[in-house]
Nanobody, 120 residues
């Protein structure tokens, strides 16, 4: 399993970023996927999940209405569109493969992460 994130960077408060995660080494369409983040000194937090067929999504309360998770099975890629960014969104963002088709199942594999920094 390989998961490679991209799209992180520096954004101003209120701005937008789109993260991508290219997956390989497994049958992408059979698994739920998620995005998590870890801020300095904090634990890993799952912010969004998407079912294997894309029909169900999950968002943690702090990002509801601002972040959108999606997937393109033809490209084996999962995305996280982030809008109205806030300084508290600053973190290292990780893509994860879940253990089954659900949105909140335990993660089995993680990428290396992409840094998102939001300035006020």
């Amino acid at each position: 399993v390989q998961l490679v994130e991209s799209g992180g960077g520096l954004a101003q408060s209120g701005g937008s970023l789109r993260l991508s995660c290219a997956a390989s080494g497994f049958t992408f369409s059979a698994y739920g996927m998620s995005w998590g983040r870890q801020a300095p000194g904090e634990g890993l937090e799952r912010v969004a999940g998407i079912a294997s067929d894309g029909s169900r999504t999950y968002y943690t309360n702090s990002v509801k209405g601002r972040f959108t998770i999606s997937r393109d099975d033809s490209k084996n890629t999962v995305y996280l569109q982030m809008t109205n960014l806030k300084p508290e969104d600053t973190a290292l963002y990780y893509c994860a493969k879940l253990q089954d088709s659900g949105t909140r199942s335990p993660a089995t594999d993680w990428g290396q992460g992409t840094q998102v920094t939001v300035s006020s």
